[in-house]
């Protein structure tokens, strides 16, 4: 039976390269990479504080670079339909954005594909610079560490019930299931709480 020592020596031996797909991983993905990190991390096969660097990096480059890119297509694509689909996709997500800007990309950043509509469509909506980078900073900086805290309980946990690695990666498994469930449910109760809030004004 293999052991989570293989995984350990597996991503020992190619650090470098498990450093460059976590910054690549921040840009196209985030959460799942994220926690992975954390899993990683907590198993010895990476180090906490470079893979927190690494993953701070790529998330400000995804956040900065999307806001760039929103500025771009407003100015070549400003009529294409595809926008106002976006913004009815933000404004359902985000109902009071236009009227809360910086607490609308605060929180987008903790519910799981949102976040890179709202970067787009505040860069393509024009939102204030220094009020979009306040946001993403602030809580790129809360969000990185819970996440990778989070791996590291998983994997705590996991390890704790076997050194197996099937039997580890099943218990990882069901964890982020059990992670991903739980992120809608937050997303959709925050859903049903702006509508309330907004019916009441």
């Known amino acids: 039976m293999h052991t989570v ?15 460059l797909l976590i910054f690549l991983g921040l840009i196209f993905e985030g959460e799942i990479v994220v926690i992975t990190t954390g899993i990683l ?15 701070l990096a790529g998330g400000l480059v995804k956040a900065f ?6 500025g771009l297509l407003h100015r070549k694509f400003s ?13 359902y997500f985000m109902p009071r954005f236009n ?9 987008s950043k903790f519910i799981m594909g949102v976040n890179y ?14 009020t979009f980078a306040k946001a993403e900073i602030l809580s790129t900086f809360i969000w990185a560490p819970a996440l990778l805290s989070l791996g590291f309980f998983f994997s ?23 992670f991903l469930l739980f992120d809608k449910l937050v997303a959709a109760l925050y859903r049903i709480f702006e509508y309330f809030k907004n019916s009441s004004i």
Not at 42 to 47: E, P, T
Not at 65 to 70: N, T
Not at 99 to 107: A, D, E, G, L
Request: net charge positive; charged share 10%; proline share 1%.
């Open 117 to 130: 509509l709202i970067v787009i469509f505040s860069g393509y909506n024009k939102i204030n610079f220094k």
């Open 79 to 91: 009529q294409h339909n595809f926008f106002r689909y976006l913004e009815r996709r933000v404004l």
């Open 41 to 55: 991390s907590y198993l010895g096969a990476l180090n906490f504080w470079v893979s927190l660097a690494f993953i």
């Open 156 to 178: 705590q946990t996991a390890l704790s019930y076997s050194k197996e690695i099937s039997r580890f990666s099943l218990v990882i498994f069901l964890f982020l299931i059990v």
């Open 99 to 107: 009227q809360k800007p910086f607490w609308s990309i605060f929180i």
């Open 65 to 70: 670079g999307g806001y760039y890119l929103g």
């Open 5 to 19: 020592q293989v995984l350990n020596h597996l991503v020992e031996n190619n650090q470098i390269l498990a450093y």
